[in-house]
């Protein structure tokens, strides 16, 4: 147990729809990662959020975005949903913005129909 | 940018067989580098790291060495077992303000009784 926790684990939707997928860091983590894991892609970096603020952007689509809370729980939101956008999403988090090491939550399966 | 190339994939070994994945990247400056598993239906995990050239990382019966003149970090066990069967990524990490890491397809590696 990586102490990194998601909610929820499996999300069936339609397309054109809107979710929101949440994560918790290990307790006194500052930063929180979003990653997406398809077959065709691999896994790809979404965004970093520190101490509530973005810190750092990768492969993430306009229609989503994120946000990291006081209490540093983190949110990603995935709009107008394609049947592309299922995969595995996971959050990460880490002590500081630029640590070495980053512990997985355990993902959000989501699939669109 | 960063980049990693790892082996084409699958892998497929008998218990107690010796297991090499090759691993290079291609870096800015001196990144940090680390291999996660991820056992089927789970988050990805850390399973060793190295942070500067010649450093060995281990865990698990699991090595990697930090190779700067060959910018390499493969993954070696001298005996595996069923129970290693996952996927591996490699990642380096270039550490800062903005650092994330960037990882590798992943190779999965099945091992049989």
């Known amino acids: 147990d990586s102490g990194v926790t998601q909610t929820p684990k499996h999300l069936i939707t339609a397309t054109g729809q809107r979710v929101t997928l949440r994560c918790s860091p290990r307790s006194g983590d500052l930063s929180v990662y979003w990653y997406q894991q398809s077959l065709d892609q691999g896994l790809q970096f979404l965004i970093q959020?520190?101490?509530?603020?973005?810190?750092a952007k990768g492969n993430i689509l306009e229609r989503f975005s994120a946000q990291q809370f006081p209490d540093l729980h983190s949110e990603l939101n995935l709009s107008s949903l394609e049947l592309g956008d299922s995969a595995l999403y996971f959050c990460?988090?880490?002590?500081?913005?630029?640590?070495?090491?980053?512990?997985f939550g355990p993902g959000t399966r989501l699939t669109v129909t | 940018g960063n980049s990693v190339t790892q082996m084409e994939g699958p892998v497929t070994l008998s218990e107690e067989a010796f297991l090499t994945i090759n691993c290079t990247y291609t870096a800015t400056g001196y990144p940090s580098l680390f291999w996660y598993v991820q056992y089927p239906g789970e988050g990805l995990q850390l399973l060793l790291k190295a942070t500067k050239a010649d450093d060995k990382g281990s865990n698990k019966g699991f090595e990697a060495t930090y190779r700067k003149e060959t910018t390499s970090f493969h993954l070696e066990k001298g005996s595996v077992q069923v129970s290693d069967s996952a996927v591996y990524f490699c990642?380096?990490?270039?550490?800062?303000?903005?650092?994330?890491?960037?990882f590798g397809k992943g190779i999965t590696l099945s091992v049989r009784p």
């Open positions: 959020y520190y101490n509530g603020e973005e810190r």
């Open positions: 990642a380096p990490l270039i550490t800062g303000a903005n650092s994330k890491l960037t």
């Open positions: 990460a988090s880490s002590l500081s913005g630029s640590s070495y090491e980053q512990y």
